[in-house]
């Protein structure tokens, strides 16, 4: 059984500092990992991919990957209200598509 | 607009009653999901599809039918056998690499 673990939070980070979200992961042979915001009562939406170890930046994002210690991160820098939400964690390298985390509420206090 | 469109956005299912989940897809995406998330839960895979007429079940399939008669649908049958069905529902296609990209979701509640 593939496994996918976050911390459920809630997870406060004021306005404007770094918020750091983590998710380890069972599979070893896993290959694609993700990283997808949800508001609401909204359907998920694509932040960032990483296939390799090390970093990977977008914006005010970066995923960081360590295949070693099964163990990947997102790094959100200058929080913006507007990214309080669920970050779901997913990993995969199947046919049978992603296996996600439940999720880190994220809340940025202005 | 090139994505995916899911319809009803919002279901209602008496007892006893089938219902059906609409799922189309314009990205020309072989891979198609259907997930299940239930409030402050992760998402569970109900179905899945690789291409056309074939299709697998994931790890809830249980009072649940779907069929993928061409590419761009996957339409998803919430039969009377799934006893709990209250939640929401997620298609999703994939690309080449993998990635997963969702269509805005439908609300199923049983009144």
């Known amino acids: 059984q593939k496994e996918v673990e976050q911390n459920s939070g809630p997870l406060s980070v004021p306005e404007g500092a770094i918020a750091s979200l983590n998710c380890t992961y069972s599979d070893r042979g896993s290959q694609s990992f993700f990283w997808y915001r949800q508001y609401s009562g909204k359907s998920p939406e694509l932040i960032m991919s990483?296939?390799?170890?090390g970093d990977k930046e977008d914006g005010r994002f970066t995923a960081q990957l360590n295949k070693a210690s099964q163990y990947v991160s997102l790094l959100i820098r200058d929080s913006q209200p507007s990214d309080s939400a669920t970050y779901l964690c997913?990993?995969?390298?199947?046919?049978?598509?992603?296996?996600f985390g439940k999720g880190t509420h994220l809340i940025i206090q202005p | 607009d090139g994505g995916i469109t899911q319809s009803p956005k919002y279901l209602f299912r008496k007892e006893g009653q089938n219902v059906t989940l609409s799922c189309e897809q314009n990205?020309?995406?072989?891979?198609m999901y259907w997930y299940r998330q239930d409030p402050g839960q992760g998402l569970r895979l109900i179905y899945y599809s690789q291409i056309v007429n074939d299709f697998q079940k994931g790890d809830i399939a249980e009072g649940y039918s779907v069929s993928r008669e061409k590419k761009e649908s996957f339409p998803l049958t919430v039969t009377s056998a799934q006893k709990n069905p209250t939640a929401f529902y997620l298609c999703?296609?994939?690309?080449?690499?993998?990635?997963?990209?969702f269509g805005e979701g439908s609300w199923l509640t049983v009144v």
């Open positions: 997913a990993v995969g390298g199947g046919a049978d598509g992603l296996t």
């Open positions: 990483i296939y390799s170890n």
């Open positions: 999703a296609s994939a690309d080449s690499g993998n990635t997963i990209y």
């Open positions: 990205l020309n995406h072989d891979a």
